[in-house]
């Protein structure tokens, strides 16, 4: 059993190394296959999405595009997730210039939080509020709060959408 979970291991590693060196081939062989083997707790396309979304995120969209319907719109969000963990800007930047449908959409934000949670709340709050997502904004505002009740406070307050407004200040008070 150990063997088998060494040679996972190491299937894996050597998957990521081919997605990092020419991610197009190791997409293409995933479209040919039709189970994908888990590593890492990851599948390979999920392995390969973070890599290739993260370094070049244009061309793994224009792949994800090529694939079927209803496999498309998830692989889309795997890439900003992976966008978005490097650079959350960035992520939002490259949303609203090729999936701006994806903008404000649920997981682009909270991939934003998660990666911004519990480093920078004062800029997953600010982010959070720019892609109005109001649940994930509360959140942020709270662990701002918890860091700084003051600033997140008065920022809150000057929010100027009132109903972004209120969860962000009801996250401050919470």
């Known amino acids: 059993d150990a063997l088998a979970d060494e040679g996972g291991i190491l299937k894996a590693m050597a998957f990521m190394r081919w997605a990092e060196l020419n991610p197009q081939a190791a997409a293409d062989y995933l ?28 061309a793994a969209l224009a792949w994800a595009r090529s694939l079927p319907e209803e496999k498309r719109a998830g692989v889309i969000q795997d890439i900003l997730r992976a966008v978005a963990q490097r650079d959350p800007n960035a992520a939002i930047a490259f949303a609203k210039a090729n999936t701006p449908e994806l903008v404000t959409d649920g997981p682009l934000a ?25 649940g994930n904004l509360r959140r942020a505002a709270s662990q701002w709060a918890e860091k700084n009740r003051d600033a997140a406070t008065r920022w809150a307050e000057g929010i100027a959408d009132e109903k972004l407004r209120a969860e962000a200040i009801a996250g401050v008070w919470q």
């Open 31 to 58: 479209k040919t296959k039709s189970k994908l083997d888990r590593g890492f707790g990851l599948s390979e396309s999920e392995m390969m999405i973070a890599v290739w979304g993260a370094s070049e995120p244009s």
């Open 110 to 134: 909270d991939a934003i939080d998660s990666t911004l949670r519990r480093r920078d709340p004062e800029r997953n709050a600010k982010l959070q509020m720019e892609l109005g997502n109001g």
